[in-house]
């Protein structure tokens, strides 16, 4: 952790309304849910110098992995935060964050436990506050009951879905991938995706 601390937000909320000033000379500011060990990250930030890409992680072990892969690339477009996605309001304010990238999230698969899916109607709510009028989320998931679950929750509060696919790599490698994503790309596993956008009155 410590050879990885120029990484690592120690504070995140401190920059809620200021991530741009704080973190000069970037585009955009993308968020990233639950980044695991770091390659979509990593492979993100580095396509993508001139936006500035904020990953959340609330197992520290884990992020500990994904902050090195980014520090041995010396990538300077990469910030951690040691935290939950309830807790973005208090470290976004409204209409700060430019796109949300949400990879193959815990599915919850027990109907009393929906609430907590990232794409559960309350996490919408939070989302649309701290994106900006033009913002989207990027969506992918090998799980496609949780899929097709997600797109009817977007679509009953009011956003709207492009890129829809329940097969992603059907006709070869797309985008970058996550760890998991290789994984399941190597073993067959169809990958689903959605880019959703909320337009506001």
């Known amino acids: 952790m410590e050879r990885c601390s120029r990484v690592l937000i120690d504070d995140p909320a401190a920059l809620r309304g200021r991530w741009k000033t704080a973190v000069p000379g970037f585009d955009a500011l993308w968020l990233e849910l639950g980044c695991g060990k770091g390659r979509f990250t990593a492979d993100t930030a580095e ?7 904020v990953a959340l992680e609330k197992v520290p072990d884990v992020m500990v992995m994904a902050m090195e892969r980014c520090c041995e690339r010396d990538l300077q477009n990469v910030r ?3 935290g939950d996605a309830l807790a973005l309001p208090v470290l976004f304010e ?13 599915p ?13 109607p ?3 709510e939070i989302y649309e506050t701290i994106l900006k009028p033009e913002g989207e989320i990027h969506f992918k998931t090998d799980n496609l009951p949780l899929f097709d679950w997600s797109v009817e929750s977007f679509e009953n509060n009011g956003w709207t879905l492009s890129e829809v696919t329940r ?16 994984k399941f790309y190597a073993e067959g596993v169809k990958i689903n995706r959605l880019v959703a956008r909320k337009e506001r009155a």
């Not at 409204?94 to 815990?106: K, L, S, W």
């Not at 992603?168 to 998991?180: E, F, K, R």
């Open 80 to 82: 951690f935060i040691d």
């Open 108 to 120: 919850w698969p027990k109907n009393s436990a929906a609430k907590h899916r990232l794409t559960a």
């Open 47 to 53: 396509q993508n110098p001139r936006e500035l890409l």
């Open 94 to 106: 409204p209409d700060e964050v430019d796109r949300i990238y949400i990879n193959f999230c815990d």
């Open 167 to 182: 097969d992603l790599h059907a006709n070869g490698p797309v985008g970058v991938m996550t760890d998991y994503e290789a």
């Open 122 to 124: 309350g996490f919408l």
